[in-house]
DNA sequence: CTTGACTCGGTACCGTAGTACAAGGTGTAG
DNA sequence: CTACACCTTGTACTACGGTACCGAGTCAAG
């Protein structure tokens, strides 16, 4: 029996908690595990890479709802790369909005930092009043 | 009596939800207001000035704990400008570095998009491929 | 004087992504 | 055989920032 892992041991080798696997298994990322004849879940590579893809696609910005999207396309035949590819693009225009929000918010704390002379006493402070505005 | 306010109305003139007052009051970023004879609440101008600031730090990222935080610099006379400042800097390091993370995963999501040749059957489609990796 | 809009306090619920804990069963090393 | 780590299910709780609903009281216009 090569790679067949407990929870604990799929668990370590993926860099998450027990209860985070058993957690998507209940929203349904991972299926229903093999059961030993304890009723312990048994894990293959499968699922090992099935749990990196859901990580990998978390550090890329995506929420698990719609990582279970993109793991329903993985599975239906129908379904395209034309499919993943179009999610892909949605995704990118939303990280760039993001980004773009941040840089503004940036350059607007940067602007308040400026103006800030410290060592005055809080009642003349620019940044609170700019923010009372 | 000029500008002494009702919940409803401070909330319509502030652009949020009546429930959103009373959930600051409850997380104490609104002192607990005057009252009517009626028991109604009643706001003037410094409540106002009080809302607007929550929701300008809001828009320049700080959550609510950190707005409390500035709210309190205020109200003490030790606190001084620097200190506000510093908490400025802090949130600017923190933008800053969301915004990069935000444009390495930007970037990651074009080179998957680029890869990616539509049409394909999902079973190809380097895009998830790239995810299991 | 009724109707409708507003307010009161209290409580419960939403989504997101987990984390904690309890009471019991299992597996293994000494 | 015992100790201890691990597993089971189920439930409840966390943080965050609200939002919804309830029954009852209040206010203003017609």
Redesign the interface.
Known sequence: MLSQLTIGQLAKSSGVHVQTVRYYERLHLLGPAARASSGYRLYGPEEE?RL??IK??Q???FTLREIDE?LN??V??Q???????RK??E??QC??A??RD??A??R???R??QT?????????????K????
């Open positions: 890479r990196r893809f990998n696609a550090a890329l910005g993109l396309l993985r239906s035949s379904a395209r790369c034309g499919d993943v590819q892909a693009i995704k990118l990280v760039k993001k980004a941040l840089r918010l940036a607007a704390l940067e308040l930092i800030c002379r410290s060592g005055q006493p809080t009642d003349h402070c620019p940044i609170l700019s923010l009372e505005k």
